[in-house]
């Protein structure tokens, strides 16, 4: 089970960040990645990062300014976020899908769809402008 914390109240161009806790071991047989859902949206794939945790996939909405990694040892994923924007209001979750159902991309494997996965709780971010 995951479950994502540390979200908050924050102004337009400030920085977060997020912890992605699983109460387990998180085999190599599973792609993490982040998701979020603003209120009366669809949900938004916002990255993931490989195994070793040396590289990251990222939504274009997120690029450049969002940087995922992890620590395997803590069974631990984490998710920075600079410059924060209001559109990046939203519930975030990580997610955990087996690499089976996950993209497959330059030897590594990635989860990239957002209604993949099995989540667990939510941290809310809310940036106001």
């Known amino acids: 089970q995951l479950q994502a914390s540390g979200g908050g109240l924050v102004q337009a161009g400030e920085s977060l960040s997020l912890s992605c806790t699983a109460s387990?071991?998180?085999?190599?047989?599973?792609?993490v990645g982040w998701i979020r859902q603003a209120p009366g949206k669809e949900r938004e794939w916002v990255g993931s990062?490989?195994?070793?945790?040396?590289?990251?996939l990222y939504a274009d909405s997120v690029k450049g300014r969002f940087t995922i990694s992890r620590d395997n040892s803590k069974n631990t994923v984490y998710l920075h976020m600079d410059n924060l924007k209001p559109e990046d209001t939203a519930v975030y979750y990580c997610?955990?899908?087996?690499?089976?159902?996950?993209?497959?991309?330059?030897?590594?494997?990635?989860?990239?769809?957002?209604?993949?996965?099995?989540w667990g709780q939510g941290t809310l971010v809310t940036v106001s402008s």
């Open positions: 997610a955990a899908e087996p690499i089976l159902h996950c993209r497959y991309f330059s030897g590594d494997y990635y989860l990239v769809n957002p209604y993949v996965g099995s």
């Open positions: 990062i490989n195994w070793s945790g040396d590289s990251a």
């Open positions: 387990g071991r998180i085999s190599s047989r599973f792609a």
